[in-house]
């Protein structure tokens, strides 16, 4: 299912006609785009490309996903699909430097939560300890 999104994602991003209209007069554009710059129109036609070209393995999942009114005709599983792929692949972590794994560096230490409870009436934290 990731993969045929990724596919969509692939198809989308690389076409200007799936532009928005600021992002069309924009030159400084280029592909592939990110999900921001791609209109809603052009996000329901991959919807629906995706669907019409699923495999016979994910189709059932695609099917669960379907919700119609009245003639309005909607995907949210291949949507979410779309919205993961476009997040992790839209240049997110471009300006990250390397992950603290690849640094060397020890775990973080994990601070404890507050050991205390919101009281609304009072617009205040009180401790557990008395």
């Not at 692939?10 to 990110?34: G, V």
């Not at 994990?110 to 009180?126: D, I, T």
């Amino acid at each position: 299912m990731k993969d045929e999104a990724a596919l969509g994602r692939e198809r989308t991003s690389q076409n200007p006609d799936n532009l928005t209209p600021a992002c069309r007069q924009d030159p400084n554009n280029a592909p592939p785009y990110s999900s921001s710059q791609i209109s809603e129109t052009a996000k329901y036609r991959e919807v629906v490309n995706i669907y019409n070209l699923a495999s016979p393995e994910t189709k059932p999942f695609y099917d669960a996903g379907v919700y119609q009114d009245g003639t309005n005709w909607d995907n949210w599983v291949i949507r979410w699909l779309l919205w993961h792929v476009f997040r992790y692949r839209d240049d997110r972590n471009r300006n990250r430097g390397p992950g603290r794994a690849e640094r060397g560096a020890p775990p973080a230490q994990v601070q404890p939560p507050y050991q205390g409870y919101y009281q609304p009436s009072g617009m205040s934290l009180r401790s557990y300890a008395k």
